[in-house]
């Protein structure tokens, strides 16, 4: 069974500061690969996905996100954090022609002002 | 734009109660999800379904759940005669395809007393 594993469930930055946020993911065949984010008192959404493309994806709001197939890692990143990126962020597979999708527990970023 | 609507938003029960958890996917959209969120665990999928199809279930458990989605009308959830083990929040989304992004609920705060 596939499953999505996310190394921290929190982390606190200063604003500026370059934030990684760790993904791996289980199943050795072709994947889609999502990052999802829910800001405080909203619903999840997605940041970016990979599709099989360029395996650096590019997302909303500065996030990119680097698919390495031989690590079955999918880390998020963004060289600067604003306040407003505290949030819960998601990481998701789906196994490529698949039916569902697969959540990572979710790591809970805080950026200090 | 209306995007994925659950209500309640809140539903407080008392063991042995049952639970009903509704969903109206985007429009245009008929594929439907439902996920279950405990603290600390992230979202564990339940069951994907089409319009008038459950296609697979195989994240509920076989007692006390269903879930259906008639040809009108919003997907339902049930939850009959709630533990205090099904307190979560129960999350809704929808998909234009199969294979598409998806788009998520606000959720709905399960609460059984």
Redesign the interface.
């Known amino acids: 069974a596939q499953s999505v594993s996310q190394h921290n469930h929190h982390v606190i930055l200063s604003e500026a500061a370059s934030l990684e946020l760790g993904c791996n993911y289980s199943y050795g065949g072709t994947v889609n690969l999502f990052w999802y984010v829910q800001y405080p008192g909203q619903h999840l959404q997605l940041l970016l996905k990979y599709f099989s493309e360029d395996p650096l994806v590019k997302g909303i709001k500065g996030f990119e996100a680097e698919f390495i197939k031989s690590k079955f890692s999918f880390n998020l990143r963004k060289p600067s954090v604003q306040w407003s990126d505290t949030a819960e962020y998601f990481c998701a597979v789906r196994v490529t022609g698949g039916f569902k999708t697969i959540f990572g527990a979710g790591t809970r970023l805080f950026v200090k002002a | 734009n209306a ?2 609507m659950q209500n309640p938003r809140h539903l407080v029960r008392r063991r042995g109660q049952e639970a009903r958890l509704r969903c109206s996917p985007m429009k245009g959209h008929s594929h439907v ?1 439902w ?1 279950r969120q405990l603290p ?6 339940m069951v ?1 379904l089409q319009k008038e199809n459950i ?2 279930e ?2 509920m458990p076989k007692e006390r759940f269903s879930a259906e989605f008639p040809k009108e009308g919003p997907s339902i959830l049930r939850i009959q005669q709630v533990v205090r083990g099904d307190s979560a929040a129960y ?1 809704c ?1 929808s998909s234009g395809d ?2 598409g ?2 788009f ?4 709905t705060q399960l609460s059984v007393l």
């Open positions: 995007g994925v999800y996920y600390e665990e992230g979202l564990k999928f994907y296609i697979d195989s994240g999350f989304a199969r294979v992004e998806l998520f609920g606000s959720g």
